[in-house]
């Protein structure tokens, strides 16, 4: 059994940064890929990175530049890193977790795909 546990949100400012973690517990598989997903009120859950077992990492055209995706070296604890944020990041994050690998069309489509998912953390970013 996998459990994700996200943590770090919170309301910054536009321009400001935070860090999301994803604490992750029990076996997913010796191929693996983690990914970090936001849903707005209204509107539908988007991926915004995805980093790979083997460590690719892939990234929304709307975060990229401004979002790092990283894990530590066991693979317990998977971050978000984001910075310069916008009020349209604000969202509820989602750290999830699927066996084999991951594309860069897993972040665009690949929602369906992850069988784990955390209880989510809410970010805020005010104008």
């Known amino acids: 059994q996998v459990q994700l546990v996200e943590s770090g949100g919170g309301s910054v400012q536009a321009g400001g940064s935070l860090r999301l973690s994803c604490a992750v517990s029990?076996?997913?598989?010796?191929?693996?890929?983690m990914g970090w997903f936001r849903q707005a009120p209204g509107k539908e859950r988007e991926g915004v990175a995805t980093i790979s077992s083997g460590s690719d990492r892939y990234y929304a055209d709307s975060v990229k530049g401004r979002f790092t995706i990283s894990r530590d070296n066991t693979g317990n604890t998977v971050y978000l890193q984001m910075n310069s944020l916008k009020p349209e990041d604000s969202a509820m994050y989602y750290c999830?977790?699927?066996?084999?690998?991951?594309?860069?069309?897993?972040?665009?489509?690949?929602?369906?795909?992850?069988?784990?998912w955390g209880q989510g953390t809410q970010v805020t970013v005010s104008s």
């Open positions: 999830a977790a699927k066996r084999f690998g991951c594309t860069a069309r897993t972040v665009v489509t690949g929602a369906a795909d992850f069988g784990y």
């Open positions: 029990g076996y997913i598989g010796s191929t693996y890929c």
